[in-house]
């Protein structure tokens, strides 16, 4: 599969790796351009290239946004239109400065990225772990124990899509319900960052 990746720091960074590994073709994009990206590029080798991210976002049959949510209204909607967005973002008012709605819990951070990509499908996964463990934790994972990833979105095909990816890079995904519901793995929940398994966070979350 072809994947894009807007925001290639400690999260997109660590995806580009994993997605790379799985064998899939990844364009990385920064916000300062992809000359930047050559560490990263000359590390994970052929299969992953950088660009900007336009057209990063043009690349991917699935685009990763994994920046900071003060920084949503800077993504390339055009280009994302049509899409499976992968949605890495979590709302922290100290470093992304204050969002009334977000802070009233009346919307998500994912559905104001919905809202701004209104051709895209998108899908919240992949924040609710730490990066490093997300990094290592895949490939620790036994048919014992696997690590969850919840992954919550209102299109079930960009689902079951996201769905498919968490497990090829060794984890198992829970279905967390609808976008709105993402806010049961956003910070401040019990899930987020808990590193729990994928039977723990079916408990937790309930079944689907
Ligand atoms: N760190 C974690 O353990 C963790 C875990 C789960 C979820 N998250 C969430 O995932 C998101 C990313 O976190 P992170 O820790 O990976 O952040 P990070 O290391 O600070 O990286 C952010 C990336 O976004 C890029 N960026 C910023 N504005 C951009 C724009 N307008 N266009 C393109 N790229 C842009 C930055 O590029 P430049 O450096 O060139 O500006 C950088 O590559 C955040 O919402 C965070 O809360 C983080």
């Known amino acids: 599969m072809r994947i ?12 580009a790796r994993l997605f790379s590994k799985a064998g899939h073709e990844v364009v990385v994009a920064n916000s300062r351009g992809p000359e930047t990206l050559r560490g990263l ?24 946004v994994s920046v900071p949510f003060g920084r949503y209204a800077d993504l390339p909607a055009e280009e994302m239109s049509g899409k499976t967005v ?13 969002h009334q709605d977000l802070d009233q ?15 895209a499908r998108v899908v919240k996964a992949f924040n609710a772990m730490r990066w490093d463990h997300l990094r290592d934790f895949g490939r620790q994972s036994s048919a014992q124990r696997r690590y969850g990833i919840p992954v919550s979105g209102d299109d079930p ?18 279905d967390a319900g609808s976008l709105a519901e993402g806010r049961r793995h956003q910070p401040g929940t019990e899930v987020y960052l808990a590193d729990l398994t994928g039977a723990e966070l079916h408990g937790r979350l309930g079944a689907r």
């Open 41 to 64: 590029t000359g590390e994970l080798g052929g299969r992953v290239r950088a660009a900007n991210a336009a057209d990063a976002a043009r690349f991917g049959d699935v685009v990763v």
């Open 157 to 174: 095909g960009a689902k079951r899509q996201v769905a498919d990816l968490v497990e090829q890079v060794g984890f198992e995904p829970v």
């Open 4 to 15: 894009g990746i807007v925001g290639t720091g400690h999260v997109g960074g660590t995806l």
């Open 105 to 119: 819990d009346r919307t998500t951070s994912s559905e104001l990225l919905q809202q701004r990509l209104s051709g």
């Open 86 to 98: 992968i949605d890495t973002g979590n709302y922290y008012p100290e470093r992304d400065g204050h």
